[in-house]
C-alpha cells in the first residue's frame, strides 16, 4: 500500500502548466500573471483635485486660519476637462475631483474649508502646497512595473492594468479538466432513476470541484465502459486536456475494461492508497502528451475526497500557485472520533471558532460510512487523522484542512 504523501508526490511531479496566452484584462482575474507588465505612462497622467473644491495658489490662502481670505471665482473645471486654464494670482477656480488643476495652481481647498460662493469665495482655512493635490506619477510613474509576474489577479490587478491603459495582459491560463463518469446503473439528472439505477453524482461534483479549484471544466457525463468507445472517447479528451478525472473507473468488471481501453496509451497504476475513503485509485499519464489522468472510486463521497487530496492541488501547481496546498489549522475536538489504523483519515468536518479565545473547534460529521454525501456538503473542513491512529478523544488537538467557503 503506497502511503498518501507518496502518491501525492508522484501526482505534483507530473504538473504541467499551460503555455501563456495573451487574454483580454476581463478574463484574466484569478489567473498568475505572466509577464511584467511595464507602465507606458504615469498615473495619475495629470496633477488633478483630489477633492471637490477650489484650484489656488496655496501661497494666496496661506493666513486663511487667523483671517478669512476672499478670493474672486473665475471659472469652473468639471472632471474630464481638456480645456486648458490658467489661474492668475489672487484667483480660484471652482473644481470637481479628477479634474486637471490650472497652470499656476499647486493647491485645491476643500468645499468644507469655504463658503462655497460661486462668484467669491471665502476661504477660511489654509492649505499647503499640493493639498488636495493627485500628483502627476504619484500612484505610477512611467517605466514602473504595474503588475509583476507571477501576481496573482484580482479586481485591484485589473483596475491597475486598466489604469495604465493595458486592454489585454498575458497570463498562465486555466488547465483544462475534463471529467468522465462510468457505470452502468448511472442516469443523468434529467432522467427518472430506474430499478437498480442512480443519478450520475459524480461527473456534476467533480466538475464543480475542478471549477472550485480553478481549471477550465468539460463536463462528459456519463461513458459506457465498452473498451472501444471508451477509448475513443479517452484520445480524444486526452488531446483537449492537461487533466483528465475519470470516476468508477476503479475495482470491478469496470475496472478491467477501462484499464483494457487504456492499456496502450501509457502507464496507469492501480493500486491502493493509505487512506480513508478512497483508498482503491489510479494515476498514471496518457498520451502523447503524457496527460496525468485519474481513475477515482465510483462512490461519491469517495471521490470528492480523493479529488480534494490530489487533484485539487495537481489543478493548483498547473495553474502555478506556489503552495497548492489548502491552508491547515490544529483544532480542538468536540466529538470523539474513530480513524481506521494504517490509512490517513480524511474525515468531515464542522470547523468552529471560539469567541473569547480565538481557538479552533472542530465537530466530526458523519464518521460512520464514506457514503455519506450530505455530511460532506455540511462540511467546512476535512480532518487528517495520522496512519497509526485509530481513536481520537474530545479535547484532543488535530491537524484540519479547510474547504471552499459557504455562503
Known amino acids: 500500500m503506497r502511503s498518501v504523501d507518496e502518491q501525492l508526490a508522484r501526482v505534483i511531479a507530473a504538473a504541467v502548466r499551460p503555455a501563456p496566452v495573451r487574454v483580454a484584462i476581463s478574463e484574466s482575474q484569478g489567473l498568475l500573471c505572466a509577464e511584467e507588465v511595464v507602465a507606458e505612462r504615469a498615473l495619475p497622467g495629470f496633477d488633478q483635485a483630489a477633492v471637490d473644491g477650489y484650484a489656488v495658489r496655496s501661497v494666496d490662502v496661506s493666513g486663511a486660519n487667523g483671517n478669512p481670505v476672499q478670493l474672486p471665482v473665475v471659472g469652473e473645471i468639471p472632471a474630464g476637462s481638456r480645456q486648458p486654464r490658467r489661474l492668475q494670482p489672487g484667483q480660484a477656480v471652482r473644481i470637481a475631483t479628477g479634474a486637471p488643476l490650472p497652470t499656476l495652481a499647486d493647491a485645491v481647498v476643500p468645499l468644507g474649508y469655504t463658503d462655497g460662493h460661486q462668484a467669491k469665495v471665502t476661504v477660511n482655512r489654509s492649505v499647503p502646497s499640493a493639498g488636495f493635490v493627485r500628483r502627476t506619477g504619484e500612484d505610477v510613474q512611467t517605466g514602473d512595473v504595474a503588475v509583476r509576474r507571477g501576481a ?88 483537449l486536456s492537461e487533466i483528465v478525472v475519470i470516476a468508477g473507473g476503479v475495482g470491478g468488471t469496470v475496472g478491467d475494461e477501462v484499464r483494457a481501453a487504456i492499456t496502450d496509451l501509457g502507464d496507469m497504476d492501480v493500486t491502493r492508497v493509505g487512506m480513508h475513503p478512497g483508498s482503491a485509485q489510479g494515476f498514471g499519464r496518457l498520451g502523447p502528451d503524457a496527460v496525468p489522468t485519474f481513475l477515482l472510486p465510483a462512490n461519491p463521497m469517495s471521490a470528492l475526497v480523493v479529488f480534494e487530496v490530489l487533484v485539487r492541488p495537481l489543478i493548483r501547481a498547473a495553474l502555478g500557485k506556489k503552495n497548492p496546498y489548502r491552508r491547515a489549522v490544529s483544532a480542538r475536538l468536540l466529538s470523539p472520533l474513530q480513524s481506521t489504523k494504517g490509512r490517513r483519515g480524511f474525515l468531515r468536518g464542522q470547523l468552529l471558532r471560539d469567541a473569547d479565545n480565538g481557538e479552533y473547534l472542530v465537530q466530526p460529521l458523519g464518521t460512520s460510512g464514506s457514503h455519506l454525501l450530505a455530511s460532506l456538503a455540511e462540511a467546512n473542513c476535512l480532518i487528517m487523522v495520522d496512519e497509526d491512529v485509530t481513536e481520537v478523544s474530545v479535547g484532543e488537538e488535530v491537524l484540519v484542512s479547510f474547504l471552499a467557503q459557504r455562503g
Not at 483596475?159 to 457505470?183: D, E, W, Y
Not at 427518472?192 to 459524480?202: H, L
Open 152 to 239: 496573482s489577479i484580482g479586481a485591484a490587478q485589473v483596475g491597475l492594468l486598466a489604469a495604465v491603459g493595458r486592454n489585454k495582459v498575458l497570463v498562465h491560463p486555466r488547465p483544462r479538466v475534463s471529467v468522465i463518469s462510468l457505470g452502468e446503473e448511472l442516469v443523468d439528472v434529467d432522467r427518472t432513476p430506474g430499478q437498480g439505477q442512480v443519478y450520475d453524482v459524480n461527473s456534476y461534483a467533480l466538475a464543480a470541484a475542478a471549477r472550485d479549484a480553478g481549471a477550465e471544466v468539460s463536463r462528459v457525463g456519463i461513458m459506457s465502459a465498452d473498451p472501444r468507445r471508451l477509448r475513443e472517447v479517452i484520445e480524444g479528451r486526452l488531446l
